[in-house]
């Protein structure tokens, strides 16, 4: 049974760097295919993603985020984390991090219950 | 403005058919597999539907997913309460490099 949970600060200030953690169990990150990935979601509005983690380590980010994103994968600790610099009120999200499956393009298959980041000061 | 287009409301009565429709484009749609998730209030997105047309494991064959050329389709047929949710359909876009969502549609059942 594959579960993930995020775990991270609810409340930031502005300027300040988000640090999430994602842990997982079900899988391992070193099995080939497989990724983690990171989306968001604030209030009203559609999902975005933001990075992907692969198992050889290759990683993938939102192209306009990309300068204050950095995942890190630990996959002895079944963990992966993500950080966000600069973090903004517009930041304000349910952070979620997910498993994903590149074979048969199944995609982002199974979610976290998602961490609520609130960005004020 | 989205990349990718639904429309914001979608309803039925018990019992029908429901079709949301979901527009993109070359690089997106047009390239690359379509999905469908399905969200309940705060509760985290579900996969229904990868690679346009796969049902998720324990998805119930009265949803189907379909694409045609830079649209996609979910239909639900038989709708029942439990279907009264937020759905959204995405893709990755080989010109944006990333992955682009759909505003998503809400589904009211009558």
């Known amino acids: 049974q594959i579960t993930l949970k995020e775990s991270g600060p609810t409340l930031v200030k502005p300027t300040q760097t988000l640090t999430l953690t994602c842990t997982f169990s079900g899988f391992s990150l070193s099995s080939s295919g497989l990724a983690v990935g990171w989306l968001r979601q604030a209030p009203g509005k559609a999902p975005e993603w933001l990075a992907l983690n692969y198992w050889d380590d290759d990683k993938r980010y939102k192209p306009s985020l990309k300068n204050r994103l950095t995942v890190i994968k630990d996959t002895s600790k079944n963990e992966v984390v993500l950080r966000m610099t600069n973090m903004d009120p517009v930041d304000t999200a349910t952070y979620y991090c997910?498993?994903?499956?590149?074979?048969?393009?199944?995609?982002?298959?199974?979610w976290g219950q998602g961490a609520k980041v609130t960005v004020s000061s | 403005q989205s990349v990718v287009t639904q429309p914001p409301s979608a309803s039925g009565t018990p019992g029908q058919r429901v079709i949301i429709s979901c527009s993109g484009s070359?690089?997106?749609?047009?390239?690359?597999?379509v999905y469908w998730y399905k969200q309940l209030p705060e509760m985290a997105p579900q996969l229904l539907i990868y690679?346009?047309?796969q049902r998720s494991s324990g998805v119930p064959d009265r949803l189907s997913g379909s694409k045609s050329g830079t649209s996609a389709s979910l239909a639900i047929s038989g709708l029942r309460s439990e279907d009264e949710a937020d759905y959204y359909c995405t893709s990755w876009d080989d010109s944006l490099d990333t992955w682009v969502f759909g505003g998503g549609t809400k589904l009211t059942v009558l």
């Open positions: 070359r690089p997106n749609f047009g390239n690359n597999f």
């Open positions: 690679a346009n047309d």
């Open positions: 997910t498993h994903y499956q590149t074979r048969n393009h199944v995609g982002f298959d199974f």
